[in-house]
């Protein structure tokens, strides 16, 4: 037995451990948001490409066997994919799983949350990148503001926390909305995160002048609460990604992948919808699980195959740098 495989947990060459899973379970969404997917011409997946919940609970138990105790549901729409909850049944059932969570773009959330809750999600990001309606549709191309927003009370109602609002701006679009977000997050429960517009797929519009950096962000909110943002989480040396208002009230999140990329304490993988094992958002190169699955490959033979592929994981992206090449499958297909 060789280094890589005499321990149950994965680890990169790089000396990272994995342990958390972000699934797609589907590459087809309602919406179109600008930053994610192009407005017309997407092509979806056949059904069958897809991997069934019977062979994705059989990946989470190979995984689980390897220490992947966070699970993230994602897509694509995940909530687009029928009877969703099923799957959460059959991985909520797994012991070893300790974090299973869903990021969806919330349209379907107020027909879905009793049954979801029920079948044992207790975590939910929802994509909400702006607080006003008009704005809403020209990030996401669709009217559905009012629509999400009776699936955040939905999930609210059930006490399904923490909320956490996923919230990409884009300079020049939805910048302006900082101090309101600031607002909610003091006025309510919810978490708001903000995720740097990265540039993924061939037609998200993306340049490094529409970003805005964490670091804007926090000076903006301060400035307009009057309060300092003081972090509540480190990742060892690096900048903290979860912060506080200085008084206990409002709590803000920064996923900075542009502006302070956190590869070197990367923990995650991703299983595409199509079951292709990915090592980072920007891989170049994917680990094909379902054509193993079904060409009645052992767990073993599956197991070796993952430990193979994290080993070889990435040291970094390089967004924005020499060398960065842009990976083609959008957010979308890839499962954000
Ligand atoms: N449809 C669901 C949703 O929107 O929440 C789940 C899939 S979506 C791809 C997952 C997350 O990726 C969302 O929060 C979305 O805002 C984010 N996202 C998509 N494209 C992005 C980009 N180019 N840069 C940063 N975040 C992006
Ligand atoms: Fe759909 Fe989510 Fe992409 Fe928006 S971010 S187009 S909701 S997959």
Same mark, same amino acid.
């Given at each position: ?81 029928? +009877? ?14 300790? +974090? ?163 590869? +070197? ?42 430990? +193979? ?28």
């Amino acid at each position: 037995m060789n280094r890589k495989t005499e321990t149950k947990i994965l680890k990169d060459s790089f000396g990272r451990v994995v342990n958390n899973l972000r699934i797609s379970v589907t590459d087809r969404c309602n919406f179109r948001c600008r930053y994610c997917m192009p407005e017309e011409g997407m092509v979806w997946l056949d059904k069958s490409e897809l991997l069934s919940y019977e062979e994705i609970a059989s990946l989470v138990h190979i995984f689980a066997g390897l220490g992947v105790n966070k699970i993230r549901l994602t897509g694509g729409e995940p909530l687009m994919r029928k +009877d969703l909850y099923l799957l959460v049944e059959k991985i909520a059932r797994n012991a070893r799983i300790q +974090d299973l969570a869903l990021t969806t773009n919330g349209f379907f959330l107020a027909d879905q949350a009793l049954n979801l809750y029920k079948a044992g999600l207790r975590r939910v990001n929802i994509s909400l990148d702006s607080l006003d309606a008009a704005k809403f549709k020209l990030m996401t191309r669709r009217d559905y503001y009012n629509k999400v927003w009776e699936g955040i009370e939905a999930v609210e109602t059930l006490g399904i926390r923490p909320i956490k609002l996923n919230v990409v701006l884009i300079r020049g679009i939805n910048d302006d909305e900082i101090p309101k977000f600031a607002q909610l997050a003091r006025l309510k429960s919810y978490v708001i995160r903000f995720i740097e517009f990265m540039p993924i797929g061939s037609d998200d519009g993306w340049t490094i002048e529409k970003v805005v950096p964490s670091n804007e962000v926090i000076k903006t909110m301060e400035g307009h609460i009057g309060k300092k943002l003081v972090p509540i989480e480190y990742h060892g040396a690096q900048p903290a990604d979860r912060y506080r208002f200085e008084d206990g009230v409002g709590e803000i999140g920064f996923i900075s992948s542009v502006s302070e990329p956190f590869c +070197d304490h990367c923990n995650r993988v991703r299983i595409t919808s199509d079951g292709k094992l990915r090592t980072c958002l920007f891989s170049l190169a994917e680990t094909d699980l379902k054509s193993l699955l079904r060409g009645g490959a052992s767990d073993d033979e599956i197991t070796a195959r993952i430990v +193979d592929a994290v080993w070889k994981k990435e040291e970094g992206h390089l967004i924005n740098r020499p060398g960065f090449v842009r990976p083609e499958r959008t957010m979308s297909q890839i499962g954000g």
